[in-house]
């Protein structure tokens, strides 16, 4: 019986992963190089040790460069695009269901706790989740499944009770190796990854119903 839904962050909530792709694009552009989405993929859903675009474009440039300046201007952008952004089609409605159905709610993240916090707050929707799973403080990102079993034992259930909901073939990974039922739904840049096939993938979440879950 389904007793939680866990929820990836970026890319699956707020689509903050189109603009961070792009504000690095426009960064390896003003430096005379190109970023393409083939080898930044690698880090969606995980973390730069997949592909650190600093050490990339360095290695291109031949040379060290200011981050502390050059990343500043880079988040600043990107922050700007990303906080006038609503969340993801269907996660608001997902949340209320989730709340009348009685089901624990929480995060599974390859990002910092003070990011995703921070933005959940912002739109409104922190008071949702009982509990959040960030990879820091010695716990890998995905596709490690660590981030889901810190989950899992923070609401209190078993992985055959919970629903993972992701948006990357990392997030997947990750929920396959903890034992979770994944369901997928992609964003405008996911969507152009791989994702194993036997996963069930929506085009959005408006057409899911955590009801068709609860007595599975």
């Known amino acids: ?42 880090a969606i859903g995980a973390d730069y040790n997949a592909f650190d ?23 600043s952008g990107c922050l700007e695009v990303i906080c006038g952004q609503p969340p ?15 089901l624990r709610c929480a995060i599974a993240s390859s990002s ?20 959040i799973s960030c990879a820091e403080n010695g716990c890998p990102p995905k596709p490690s499944p660590e981030v889901y079993l810190r989950a899992l034992r923070g609401l209190g259930v078993t ?20 034992g979770i039922h994944c369901v997928i739904v992609p964003n405008q840049l996911t969507r152009m990854m791989r994702f194993p096939p036997e996963v069930e993938m929506l085009a959005s979440l408006d057409e899911f119903s955590l009801r068709d879950f609860e007595s599975c």
């Open 112 to 131: 910092p706790s003070d990011w995703v916090r921070g933005h959940l707050d912002r739109v409104g929707l922190l008071k949702h989740f009982d509990f």
């Open 53 to 75: 675009p600093r050490r990339t474009l360095e290695q291109r440039c031949g040379r060290q460069l200011d981050w502390e300046r050059l990343d500043a201007e880079r988040r």
């Open 1 to 42: 019986m389904l007793k939680a839904v866990i929820f990836d962050f970026d890319g699956t909530i707020l689509d903050t992963e189109s603009p961070t792709f792009e504000a690095w694009q426009r960064l390896y552009e003003a430096h005379g190089h190109v970023l393409t989405f083939d080898e930044y993929s690698a």
């Open 88 to 102: 993801l089609p269907g996660i608001c409605r997902l949340l209320e269901e989730a709340h009348h159905l009685r």
């Open 159 to 178: 992985a055959g009770e919970a629903l993972a909901i992701e948006d990357s073939p990392n997030g997947v990974l990750a929920t396959q190796r903890a």
